[in-house]
């Protein structure tokens, strides 16, 4: 069965420190991956999605970056926090496009990031 | 066009009634919507979806009813139970050009059942 897996789960952060969080997935190959940030009493809002290796592309014009080094990681960085970027942070998988099941969205368990 | 208007923001029902979850959505391009179901500190986990050549369906004490003319579906909670509080967002998706699953969530609904 697949899993999928953040870390850290909380994180409190200095205004201007870097930033790195990471998402793995297990059980399944060349899943699309995708980071949503939900902010409290909102929905959720992607910032990135990524189809493959290599393959990043973002939503929204923001302070944070995205990579995909391994087929089943996902990271989450920044240079340098802004206290707007608290918040609680969650990774998603799907099944690639084209397959039946593609369109159910699977969600890690999150990360609450606070930027003092 | 991309807007998924979810109501009420939050519902409290006694234990055993019906809790009633509507959403609303502008793009009918949109080809699935799943509903999620979300504790505190957790992340969202999927707990029904439909799709739109389909008006209603159930999954144990769960319902979906799709009206596609009216751009309206909703979440019907039978038997509501205490286990039932959470946060529930509905959602409606489009593959788009870029070959992934583009989802647009509602603002979310706090339901808590009480005893």
């Known amino acids: 069965s697949q899993t999928i897996h953040q870390w850290p789960a909380t994180l409190v952060q200095p205004v201007g420190s870097p930033l790195s969080l990471e998402c793995t997935v297990e059980?399944?190959?060349?899943?699309?991956l995708y980071w949503y940030r939900q902010a409290a009493g909102r929905g959720l809002q992607l910032l990135f999605y990524?189809?493959?290796?290599?393959?990043i592309s973002s939503e929204v014009p923001q302070n944070l970056s995205a990579s995909r080094p391994q087929d089943r990681q996902f990271i989450l960085s920044s240079k340098k926090l802004l206290l707007s970027d608290s918040g609680f942070y969650l990774c998603?998988?799907?099944?690639?496009?084209?397959?039946?099941?593609?369109?159910?969205?699977?969600f890690g368990p999150g990360t609450r990031l606070t930027v003092l | 066009q991309q807007q998924v208007k979810q109501s009420p923001q939050s519902l409290i029902v006694q234990k055993g009634g019906i809790s009633i979850i509507n959403c609303a959505y502008e793009?009918?391009?949109?080809?699935?919507f799943p509903w999620y179901q979300q504790f505190p500190g957790k992340g969202p986990a999927l707990l029904i979806a439909i799709r739109p050549d389909v008006s209603e369906k159930k999954e144990g004490r769960f319902t979906i009813s799709f009206n596609k003319s009216a751009k309206q579906f909703s979440l019907h909670i039978m038997d509501s139970q205490p286990g039932d509080s959470a946060t529930y967002f509905c959602?409606?998706?489009?593959?788009?050009?870029?070959?992934?699953?583009?989802?647009?969530f509602g603002t979310g609904t706090k339901l808590q059942v009480i005893p």
């Open positions: 959602a409606a998706s489009i593959e788009n050009s870029g070959g992934y699953q583009k989802v647009t």
């Open positions: 990524s189809v493959g290796i290599g393959q």
């Open positions: 793009n009918t391009a949109f080809d699935y």
């Open positions: 059980g399944t190959s060349n899943p699309n």
């Open positions: 998603a998988w799907s099944n690639p496009s084209g397959d039946l099941n593609g369109d159910e969205q699977f």
